[in-house]
């Protein structure tokens, strides 16, 4: 296979969330040595932060990292409208295909295996700013204006985070605890957050899901009333039956009925 095209890099600005020190000052040699602009942050808190402050071309991300993990981050990231174009490659020792999977469904376009190579690492970055279309032009080496503080709520990006989260989960048992965590904060600033934008829980705003896409599965696909129900997260037909109609006003059956009637 060819090698990607050699672009001009001067200006582009990649920023490095990395805990590992020693991996840490690897990369930013092998970024400098091809004149990458760099920013570097030691978790994904402040990771986080300096992404929306000042919006990179691309992020090299570690999953394991204190406080809050490489997923984490990724999810607020997707959620904020400064980063949500930004392509993440991930860093990681772990070499599991659900890992990789996992990665993907957070935002992460690609994957680059610790230990890594300089070649892979640079070769990796050029194909997705290319494809991204992100590459700086020579001239673009200032600095990127900072977003003023308070552009977006913080919260507001906890929730859309959680939405998404777990919009994309709704097969899966969830706590409180579990959710906040996937979105790196805590449960009490989550449920204040869902109720201050939503007016409804975390859990309020999950059957709702779990329920419109029932709805979906009901009218466009063949699924068996039981599959449909363990399709979005019900334990049993019978719990399933008895939200669905309390949400929608009739039962699952009742409601494929209707659906089938020719407009």
Request: neutral net charge; without cysteine; glycine residues 6%.
């Given at each position: 296979?060819?090698?990607?095209p050699?672009?001009?890099?001067d200006?582009?600005?990649?920023?490095?969330i990395?805990?590992n020190?020693d991996?840490?000052?690897?990369l930013?040699d092998?970024?400098?040595?091809?004149?990458f602009r760099?920013?570097?942050?030691?978790?994904?808190?402040q990771?986080?932060?300096?992404?929306?402050?000042?919006?990179p071309?691309?992020i090299?991300?570690?999953v394991?990292?204190p406080?809050?993990d490489g997923?984490a981050?990724?999810?607020?990231?997707?959620a904020?409208?400064?980063?949500?174009?930004v392509?993440?490659?991930?860093?990681s020792?772990?070499?599991?295909?659900?890992?990789?999977?996992?990665?993907l469904?957070?935002?992460g376009?690609?994957y680059?295996?610790?230990?890594?190579?300089?070649e892979?690492?640079l070769a990796?970055?050029q194909?997705?700013?290319?494809?991204?279309?992100?590459m700086?032009a020579?001239?673009?080496?200032?600095?990127a204006?900072?977003?003023?503080?308070g552009v977006?709520?913080?919260?507001?990006?906890?929730?859309?985070?959680?939405?998404?989260y777990?919009?994309?989960?709704?097969?899966?048992?969830?706590s409180l605890?579990?959710?906040?965590h996937?979105?790196?904060?805590?449960?009490?600033?989550?449920?204040?957050?869902?109720r201050?934008?939503?007016s409804?829980?975390?859990?309020?705003?999950?059957?709702?899901e779990?329920?419109?896409e029932?709805?979906?599965?009901l009218?466009?696909?063949?699924?068996?009333?039981?599959d449909?129900?363990a399709?979005?997260g019900?334990a049993?037909?019978a719990?399933?039956?008895?939200?669905?109609?309390?949400q929608?006003?009739?039962?699952p059956?009742?409601?494929?009925?209707?659906?089938?009637r020719p407009?």
């Amino acid at each position: 296979m060819s090698s990607p095209p050699s672009l001009p890099t001067d200006g582009t600005h990649v920023l490095l969330i990395d805990d590992n020190l020693d991996e840490l000052r690897l990369l930013a040699d092998i970024l400098r040595s091809a004149r990458f602009r760099l920013s570097v942050a030691l978790d994904g808190t402040q990771g986080y932060h300096r992404a929306v402050a000042t919006p990179p071309d691309l992020i090299l991300l570690d999953v394991n990292m204190p406080r809050m993990d490489g997923f984490a981050t990724a999810r607020l990231l997707r959620a904020h409208s400064a980063t949500a174009h930004v392509p993440i490659i991930f860093l990681s020792a772990a070499n599991t295909l659900e890992e990789r999977l996992q990665g993907l469904r957070v935002g992460g376009v690609d994957y680059v295996l610790k230990p890594f190579d300089a070649e892979e690492v640079l070769a990796r970055i050029q194909v997705h700013l290319t494809l991204a279309g992100r590459m700086a032009a020579p001239a673009a080496g200032l600095p990127a204006t900072p977003l003023p503080s308070g552009v977006e709520d913080a919260d507001t990006v906890f929730v859309r985070a959680a939405m998404r989260y777990l919009t994309l989960n709704l097969r899966s048992e969830h706590s409180l605890d579990s959710v906040a965590h996937a979105v790196g904060t805590h449960s009490k600033r989550l449920s204040r957050a869902f109720r201050a934008h939503l007016s409804q829980t975390v859990f309020e705003f999950l059957r709702q899901e779990r329920l419109r896409e029932a709805q979906r599965l009901l009218g466009q696909t063949s699924l068996g009333i039981l599959d449909v129900a363990a399709e979005v997260g019900f334990a049993s037909a019978a719990n399933f039956a008895t939200a669905f109609r309390e949400q929608v006003g009739m039962t699952p059956t009742a409601y494929r009925r209707q659906a089938a009637r020719p407009s």
